[in-house]
T-cell receptor
Framework: SQQGEEDPQALSIQEGENATMNCSYK?????LQWYRQNSGRGLVHLIL?????REKHSGRLRVTLDTSKKSSSLLITASRAADTASYFCATNSGGSNYKLTFGKGTLLTVNP | SQTIHQWPATLVQPVGSPLSLECTVEGTSNPNLYWYRQAAGRGLQLLFY??????ISSEVPQNLSASRPQDRQFILSSKKLLLSDSGFYLC????????????FGAGTRLSVL
């Protein structure tokens, strides 16, 4: 079963607005990552936040992590039509566990 | 720089036919390699991963198998495809086992008819 669960499943906004996606998970983690997938393409890594970090920024991306609530959020500011894609969170438990566990994703549509 | 190649991009196969999907990574050595399947509108399901030549870990028992005949080559196979094998197959690699940031191929769209 998928550990990460994103919500909302789909989000439609206008260009220039901010988009916020949330992710919940169930077990302890070493880090949490966000990936982007354009339709019919492979996933692209966006940002990683370690379990001892609470917030991280990269360009127009802001990620927060609350390990007490086992949740994370991805904020995309000043969205553009080119940001239209599916966004997935993935948890890494670390150690000898070589796996990432992906959520079902949020489909973001940015209307011009 | 490192690149990952995955082929074919699309494949239409009849039920009961064999399958072979190939993935190769260039520009690195001894990567961890992964095969995922993605159903329409869904997240990624990890099928197999490999941390070295000949070392394959299976996550989902089914009629698929994986092999790693060379350091940077990962193959997904089936002897007889089922309708339920249809989906989008993605190969990925990482060199950083600690952070496990994965880099994905472009995917193979498999339709079993």
């Amino acid at each position: 079963s998928q550990q990460g669960e994103e919500d909302p499943q789909a989000l439609s906004i206008q260009e220039g607005e901010n988009a916020t996606m949330n992710c919940s998970y169930k077990t302890s983690i070493n880090n949490l990552q966000w990936y982007r997938q354009n339709s019919g393409r492979g996933l692209v890594h966006l940002i990683l936040i370690r379990s001892n970090e609470r917030e991280k920024h990269s360009g127009r991306l802001r990620v927060t992590l609350d390990t007490s609530k086992k949740s994370s959020s991805l904020l995309i500011t000043a969205s553009r039509a080119a940001d239209t894609a599916s966004y997935f969170c993935a948890t890494n438990s670390g150690g000898s566990n070589y796996k990432l566990t992906f959520g079902k994703g949020t489909l973001l549509t940015v209307n011009p | 720089s490192q690149t990952i190649h995955q082929w074919p991009a699309t494949l239409v196969q009849p039920v009961g036919s064999p399958l072979s999907l190939e993935c190769t990574v260039e520009g690195t050595s001894n990567p961890n390699l992964y095969w995922y399947r993605q159903a329409a509108g869904r997240g990624l399901q990890l099928l197999f991963y490999s941390v070295g030549i000949g070392q394959i870990s299976s996550e989902v028992p089914q009629n698929l198998s994986a092999s790693r005949p060379q350091d940077r080559q990962f193959i997904l196979s089936s002897k007889k495809l089922l309708l339920s094998d249809s989906g989008f197959y993605l190969c990925a690699w990482t060199k950083d086992s600690a952070r496990n940031i994965q880099y994905f191929g472009a995917g193979t769209r498999l339709s079993v008819l």
